[in-house]
């Protein structure tokens, strides 16, 4: 009504609902486990040049607590799945939106689960917090309450360290969009910087403000080569102490690069495969500021089109390389080439439609199915060091990427400062056959307690549970041939390791190596080529301690004798004489000769595959070995013996030797092994060598020969020294050796 003074409303919202909300469980089906969840809400326009996507999206993790008397509790989360809405049904009202759907999961089955948000908002007050219930079929239901942290959808730490030889001007690019003429007509005139560019998508990106400067003005220094960077990449991420994956990445301006013409290199993407990369993929990339594409790069505001170009040249390489660091593939290798992205590239572009009018048409940003797996795709898929680089590049992955039936606790990652480490290592290359054995280490992690812990990390104990991505894609859980029921083994693991504080690395770690090769499924490690391994402890209080992604490679036949090898090689047999550790059962008798076989094959090749063969042969002689035979009982005599079955006549068992330790045989077949090893001298073959020695060590003993004990001692506690073996080791050996 005209003249009508209306009173504002009492729910005028000052910004958008859109952004990531975090909270904790308020109500759950199962008392104790605690869950949280980040929640990210994409339904209304939350920043300039920025889609909405109207969909909903969150990470679940499960919440665990540890109380020390006198201190404040320690707390950490670790991941468990993720999901989206796809289509929600949103309905706004004056005072709140509610926002309803069907959850998607990303990895494993699930029953159908529901959610419901309520987001309210007062005038003048913060939006939130947002009510979620998920509600699954047969009644379960979870309850959280999330308070809004931002108005974006991740969030990550950006490094970039410089090199002083293109120190000066520009270091990191800022483009306006209206300082060159080739662009769409109607794109709307912004600063554009890293930050800027990712923030438009939905990612806060926080650049240190520190920044290394690295000296490469030596005059026989004249580019990078993929080893230096890839050393480089190494030496910066091992200052980081953090638990990983994580939100990190690293990025490097340096000079050029050896090969001509490449401006910007994701440069750990090849570690795995030419190099000892440890690290997860995705952690860094370099942008070469020397390229011809900056020759022109201004050292302030750009003055004619051809500065423009290359500072907007330079702003795209910086965008593009990072985008690779969240698992962003090339436009072209996701089936859309004519894709208006960051990811694309301007000349494969115009090959199609012109000259010119990738740029022309291009408006700065990446594309709404890129935007999809930024904002709301499966966590590891997104994370930094998450999934292996191109496993999901978008929201419809390429099939032979895709992770077929996932088992959710594969995924398991650590967030915050858990007060225990679960550290997996082994070699990172086996050859063809070879049984696989891992490292398993336990380490405490508190400055001020120790940790009383059960120390057994066999899988058959049921304290950890593997997961293995084979080389086609597909995750598996490691099942153990045994599922021992037993008391705890515990031990006290010491503080942290300090130096300074004078507390030598070793009485806070514990180490078990773990055969992994054959399980209940069968055979893990038997095709050629890249496999990845993670473990999840579990101790008591429901304790959740996931171990780092370990990379290892499987190796080809060598030969088509070995390959012919393989038929009998992999069999129930030969797995169950493996997984025993040797077995002179008449049971698994094919098999120990199979692995006889393969022995004999090697010849004089002092290789792993023959020197853990060779192991597991010994194994079987160096022990008595018993067999439970059975007597039928005699016929009866008399006209009554007939009456009865014959399955009801009585029997007789008992348990005789059939074999005594052969310590000479055990120490002739080890004497190849033991050489190997002792070549090898690899940290990683550490615990499997001292197991060998030890080994060898007791048939000596047992045929008298304390000199011969104490010699291969001496040279175990030499070559573990040369390892760097920690200290409370050596002192364990010399122990033993003292004794003898």
């Given at each position: ?52 996507l ?18 404040p ?43 419901r ?40 730490n ?79 991420f ?49 942008v ?26 330079f ?35 115009d ?14 940003r ?33 099939a ?65 549970t ?41 009485p ?6 773990v ?14 080529g ?71 094959e ?58 005594d ?6 120490l002739?077949?080890?004497?190849q ?26 048939n ?13 001692l ?27």
């Amino acid at each position: 009504m005209a003249g009508h003074n209306s009173a504002p409303s009492r729910c005028e919202r000052s910004g958008p609902v859109s952004g990531r909300y975090e909270g904790e469980s308020t109500a759950t089906p199962v008392a104790g486990q605690e869950r949280a969840l980040d929640l990210r809400v994409d339904i209304d326009s939350r920043y300039a040049n920025s889609p909405v996507l109207n969909r909903i999206s969150g990470d679940l993790y499960q919440v665990q607590r540890i109380r020390i008397p006198g201190k404040p509790a320690q707390s950490w989360r670790v991941y468990l799945e993720s999901w989206i809405v796809d289509d929600p049904d949103i309905k706004w009202e004056e005072c709140h939106v509610e926002i309803t759907g069907e959850l998607r999961y990303w990895r494993g089955v699930h029953p159908p689960i529901t959610v419901r948000v309520r987001i309210p908002w007062r005038t003048s007050e913060p939006v939130g917090p947002a009510a979620v219930t998920l509600s699954q079929d047969g009644g379960q239901t979870w309850g959280f309450v999330c308070a809004r942290v931002g108005d974006w959808f991740r969030e990550m730490n950006l490094e970039i360290d410089v090199c002083e030889s293109v120190s000066t001007g520009f270091v990191l690019p800022r483009y306006n969009t209206h300082v060159h003429p080739d662009r769409p007509a109607d794109i709307p005139a912004r600063d554009l910087s890293i930050e800027e560019c990712y923030r438009e998508a939905g990612v806060r990106m926080a650049v240190r403000p520190d920044r290394t400067v690295i000296d490469d003005t030596a005059a026989d220094f004249q580019s990078w080569s993929a080893v230096e960077l890839h050393d480089a990449m190494e030496r910066y991420f091992s200052q980081y102490q953090g638990p990983w994956p994580n939100w990190e990445m690293w990025g490097l301006l340096a000079g050029q690069y050896e090969k001509s013409g490449v401006g910007g290199v994701m440069f750990d993407a090849a570690a795995a495969y030419g190099g000892a990369g440890r690290g997860p993929d995705r952690q860094g990339f370099a942008v070469f500021r020397k390229h011809n594409w900056f020759k022109k790069l201004p050292a302030a505001a750009p003055a004619d089109k051809d500065q423009a170009e290359a500072l907007r040249k330079f702003l795209y390489t910086w965008v593009h390389e990072a985008g690779h660091a969240f698992n962003f593939l090339h436009s072209w290798d996701k089936n859309r080439p004519d894709a208006l992205s960051w990811m694309n590239y301007d000349w494969k572009y115009d090959a199609n439609h012109g000259d010119g009018a990738f740029w022309r048409a291009f408006r700065m940003r990446f594309d709404d199915e890129e935007l999809i797996h930024l904002r709301h795709g499966d966590r590891p898929a997104v994370m930094m060091g998450g999934d292996p680089w191109a496993s999901g590049g978008h929201a419809e992955s390429p099939a032979a990427a895709e992770h077929l039936h996932t088992p959710p606790g594969a995924m398991a990652e650590l967030e915050g400062r858990p007060p225990l480490e679960l550290l997996l290592r082994s070699k990172g290359y086996f050859e063809f056959m070879e049984p696989v054995h891992i490292e398993f280490r336990l380490r405490n992690l508190l400055e001020d307690i120790p940790l009383k812990l059960d120390i057994r990390m066999g899988p058959e104990y049921g304290g950890t549970t593997v997961y293995i991505r084979r080389p086609d894609g597909r995750v598996v859980e490691y099942d153990p041939i045994l599922c021992l029921i037993a008391e705890t083994e515990t031990k006290t693991l010491d503080l942290a390791a300090d130096a300074e504080a004078g507390r030598p690395e070793g009485p806070d770690r514990v180490s078990e190596t773990v055969f992994l090769s054959y399980g209940k499924y069968g055979f893990y490690f038997d095709a050629p080529g890249e496999y990845l391994v993670r473990a999840v402890y579990r101790g008591a209080g429901d304790v959740l301690i996931p171990s780092n992604m370990l990379r290892v490679r499987v190796g080809t036949p060598q030969s088509k004798a070995e390959d012919r090898l393989a038929q009998d090689y992999f069999s129930y047999q030969v797995g169950m004489a493996l997984y025993l550790g040797g077995s002179p059962s008449e049971y698994l008798k094919d098999g120990m000769k199979a692995i006889r076989d393969v022995v004999k094959e090697t010849g004089d090749k002092d290789s792993m595959l023959k020197a853990k063969l060779s192991t597991v042969l010994a194994e079987a002689v160096s022990k008595p070995f018993h067999r439970v035979e059975v007597e039928p009982a005699p016929e009866a005599a008399g006209p009554t013996a007939a009456a009865g079955p014959a399955a009801a006549r009585p029997v007789k068992a008992k348990v005789v030797k059939v074999s005594d330790p052969n310590p000479d045989e055990a120490l002739k077949l080890t004497k190849q092994a033991l050489a190997a090893f002792h070549a090898e001298k690899s940290k990683d073959l550490n615990l499997m060598y001292r197991n060998l020695v030890e080994q060898r060590v007791g048939n000596w003993v047992a045929i008298g020969d304390s000199a011969e004990a104490k010699k291969e001692l001496n040279a175990l506690h030499r070559d573990l020294k040369a390892c760097d073996a920690n200290t409370n080791i050596l002192d364990e050996i010399k122990e033993v050796h003292d004794k003898i």
